[in-house]
């Protein structure tokens, strides 16, 4: 995995910061945030250690702009996903099957690299991945609240909980059509629970 490393004469060279955080993200999302070292990333990056530190601060400051930019670039899309002009139920469903599907597209890179990054060993990345997957959390809890309040924190609950098993099982090499029929099995129990 490289970068382009941009020349200059009489300079020593040079990184494109957001080709580094891509590639990051590549190199996290396949190994994992603790398995992935300084010395990774400055060998993928074509970097020495200080140019690193000094662009980034740290690894963890590396990963939270990579989590920034997976919130962009590779994340699900609940805000296309979670339309008030469809049940709820079916819409939620959607974003499990697509969760499936992200989780098991790429077999380099499986599962959730926000989720994944949740249990980190480091502090720091781990509070970054947490914000997060909290904040998706939220907009899964409001889109659901306008319309069934009452069930809104149990079925948020719920649907957190299915997105890491499929997160888990895509890690763990599970097919992306056994994901799948797990994604549609949640759908028929939400849309139980949550009448149009």
Same mark, same amino acid.
């Given at each position: 995995m490289t970068t382009k490393i941009i020349r200059s004469r009489g300079r020593p060279r040079q990184f494109d910061p957001a080709q580094a955080t891509e590639v990051a993200q590549q190199l996290f999302h396949?190994?994992?945030?603790?398995?992935?070292?300084?010395?990774d990333m400055t060998d993928a990056l074509g970097i020495k250690t200080p140019s690193f530190y000094a662009a980034f601060g740290s690894k963890a400051?590396?990963?939270?702009?990579? $989590?920034? *930019?997976?919130?962009?670039?590779? !994340?699900?899309?609940?805000? /296309?996903?979670?339309?008030?002009?469809?049940p709820v139920a079916a819409c939620l469903t959607d974003v499990l099957e697509a969760a499936a599907r992200l989780y098991s597209d790429d077999p380099a890179a499986t599962g959730c690299i926000v989720l994944e990054g949740c249990r980190s060993?480091?502090?720091?990345?781990?509070?970054?991945?947490?914000?997060?997957?909290?904040?998706?959390?939220?907009?899964?809890?409001?889109? $659901?609240? *306008?319309?069934?309040?009452?069930? !809104?924190?149990?079925?948020? /609950?719920?649907?957190?909980t299915v997105m890491n098993g499929l997160s888990a099982k895509a890690r763990m090499g599970q097919s992306q059509?056994?994901?799948?029929?797990?994604?549609?099995?949640?759908?028929?129990?939400?849309?139980?629970?949550?009448?149009a």
């Open positions: 396949a190994r994992g945030y603790d398995d992935v070292s300084v010395a400051g590396l990963y939270k702009r990579v $989590i920034e *930019r997976y919130g962009s670039n590779g !994340a699900i899309p609940l805000g /296309a996903l979670l339309r008030d002009d469809r060993n480091d502090e720091e990345a781990r509070a970054a991945a947490r914000a997060a997957h909290l904040a998706a959390e939220q907009a899964i809890h409001d889109y $659901i609240a *306008r319309r069934h309040p009452e069930q !809104a924190q149990e079925v948020t /609950a719920y649907v957190s059509e056994s994901l799948l029929s797990s994604a549609r099995l949640a759908g028929l129990a939400l849309a139980q629970v949550l009448p």
